[in-house]
């Protein structure tokens, strides 16, 4: 599998028209349909829009979170006839954040700093000993799903394990900070950690993010008679990955 450029044509000269009908080819040929209930009947239907509750805001995405406190959060929505579909999880529930200044549960401020840990995929026991597992069974009882966060091709911090016990492979990171999807051995290890921390966390959505500019990280891998071998190789890997955890 490799990169694809799609044309959509039409007459004329309307945007509108033109963003339309892309819409539609994207709609009816390419996004993903769901089975509509579980014994499978009604046929398969795109994913109906979602409500989802989360304590970002409270707790500085997920650095100051714990079981307890995300399970009291959702029982909050639920005692107050809230009515959502998902529980949002997101960044800082991993290994280290609760070992660097951040004092959980004190409401301290907290500097961009914290964030020099994402890229250490275990999470964070000290705040989360059911590997959130509590949170994502005490949800499904009152009809909450759970949604959490990663960023697969982010690593900030060398001096810590990404590969339990070890320090990370350099082989794997390009520019000291995009971690090569391309790379069979990163794209391997990935694939079994995330379905590892989704399974043991009971977790039923995937959610991912990008904060990385790659384009320039991938030309500057590649030699100039190779130029984008790398973006290629990457993106098959990246939706390897996505085909993996579905």
Not at 152 to 178: H, K, M, Q, Y
Request: charged share 25%; net charge negative; aromatic share 12%.
């Amino acid at each position: 599998r490799t990169p694809l450029i799609a044309f959509v044509r039409y007459d004329g000269r309307d945007t509108d028209r033109a963003t339309n009908l892309w819409r539609r080819w994207l709609t009816d040929c390419n996004l993903r349909k769901v089975t509509e209930d579980a014994s499978g009947e009604g046929g398969k239907k795109l994913f109906a829009p979602q409500v989802s509750g989360g304590t970002s805001v409270l707790y500085h995405e997920m650095t100051q979170a714990t079981d307890d406190n995300q399970i009291a959060a959702i029982k909050w929505y639920d005692d107050n006839d809230i009515d959502i579909s998902f529980w949002w999880m997101d960044a800082g529930w991993y290994f280290k954040t609760s070992n660097e200044g951040v004092n959980a549960g004190k409401g301290e401020s907290l500097g961009d700093g914290v964030w020099a840990s994402t890229g250490v995929w275990q999470v964070d026991t000290n705040r989360f000993p059911s590997k959130m597992k509590a949170i994502s069974d005490y949800g499904e009882t009152v009809g909450v799903h759970t949604l959490l966060w990663f960023e697969p091709e982010r690593i900030g911090d060398f001096s810590c394990c990404l590969n339990d016990g070890t320090t990370v492979n350099r082989n794997w990171v390009l520019s000291g900070a995009l971690v090569n999807l391309g790379n069979r051995d990163a794209l391997e290890w990935f694939k079994e950690r995330i379905t590892q921390i989704i399974g043991e966390g009971g977790i039923y959505m995937y959610r991912e993010d990008f904060n990385i500019a790659p384009l320039s990280i991938w030309r500057n891998a590649d030699s100039k008679n190779r130029q984008g071998i790398t973006e290629n190789k990457y993106i098959q890997g990246h939706m390897e990955l996505w085909d993996y955890i579905l």
